[in-house]
C-alpha cells in the first residue's frame, strides 16, 4: 500500500483480555516504531525494530506489553491482561532508514479502549 | 521525567495573523527537533526541523527557531491559515537512532477564518 497501515482502526476490550494490534509498514522500510498516545497526552516511545536486529523495548510499560515483527515486515503489538489505562491510540510509524533526516511515515492508528 | 515540554495545550489565532507555537527541553543532549502535525483520526505527519548547529530553519510559511541556551524552539506560522488546524507536536530523537522519538504533549492550533 501506499502508507502505514494499521488494524483495527478501534477496538473495545473487557479489562482482562488480551489484544493484538496490527501495523503494515510501508514497503521497503526497514525500520518500524510502535508508540501511544494517552488522553491529553503526547506520543510515547514503546518499542523499536531495525532489519534483523534485536528490537529495542525499552519503552514498554510492563511486561504485558509485546510485540514482534515477522519477516522485516508486518508487525503485531500484543497486550496481555490488558487494565484501563492501556486505553489510548497506539501508532505505528515506519522509515526506510534511521538517520535523522530519513522520515517517519505514521498509520493513523487503532484506538483501544479497556472497559 | 517529560523532557519535552509544550505548555500551551491550545492556541487560537485568526486566519492571516501569525502562530507561534512553543516548546522546551530539559536534555541538553537533544540536538536535532522536529514539528509533528496531526488532524483528527490521523497520524502525524512531519512538518519541518532543525539541527542545534542552526539557530533558524524556513520552509514556505513555516519557520523554526532554536535558542539552545533557553532550550527552547518555536515554530512559526506565517500567515496562518484554516488548514492549518491541527495538533503540533516538537520531538527529539532520543538517541542517534533517529526516529525513536521523545514527544511534547502537543499544542492544538485552531485558526479561525
Known amino acids: 500500500g501506499a502508507g502505514v497501515s494499521q488494524s483495527p482502526s478501534n477496538k473495545v476490550t473487557e479489562k482482562g483480555k488480551d489484544v493484538e494490534l496490527r501495523c503494515d509498514p510501508i514497503s521497503g522500510h526497514t525500520a518500524l516504531y510502535w508508540y501511544r498516545q494517552s488522553l491529553g497526552q503526547g506520543l510515547e516511545f514503546l518499542i523499536y525494530?531495525?532489519?534483523?536486529?534485536?528490537?529495542?523495548k525499552s519503552g514498554l510499560p510492563s511486561d504485558r506489553f509485546s510485540a514482534e515483527r515477522t519477516g522485516g515486515s508486518v508487525s503485531t503489538l500484543t497486550i496481555q491482561r490488558t487494565q484501563q489505562e492501556d486505553s489510548a491510540v497506539y501508532l505505528c510509524?515506519?522509515?526506510?532508514?534511521?538517520?535523522?533526516?530519513?522520515?517517519?511515515?505514521f498509520g493513523q492508528g487503532t484506538r483501544l479502549t479497556v472497559v | 521525567d517529560q523532557q519535552v515540554k509544550q505548555n500551551s495545550p491550545s492556541l487560537s489565532v485568526q486566519e492571516g495573523r501569525i502562530s507561534i507555537l512553543n516548546c522546551d527541553y530539559t536534555?541538553?543532549?537533544?540536538?536535532?527537533f522536529l514539528w509533528y502535525k496531526k488532524y483528527p483520526a490521523e497520524g502525524p505527519t512531519f512538518l519541518i526541523s532543525?539541527?542545534?548547529?542552526?539557530d533558524k530553519n524556513e520552509d514556505g510559511r513555516f519557520t523554526v527557531f532554536l535558542n539552545k541556551s533557553a532550550k527552547h524552539l518555536s515554530l512559526h506560522i506565517v500567515p496562518s491559515q484554516p488548514g492549518d488546524s491541527a495538533v503540533y507536536f516538537c520531538a527529539a530523537p532520543r538517541s542517534n537512532a533517529g526516529n525513536m522519538l521523545t514527544f511534547g504533549g502537543g499544542t492544538r492550533l485552531m485558526v479561525k477564518p
Open positions: 532543525i539541527s542545534s548547529i542552526k
Open positions: 510509524a515506519s522509515s526506510l532508514g534511521i538517520s535523522r533526516n530519513t522520515e517517519a511515515f
Open positions: 536534555n541538553s543532549m537533544f540536538d536535532y
Open positions: 525494530f531495525q532489519g534483523n536486529s534485536a528490537p529495542d
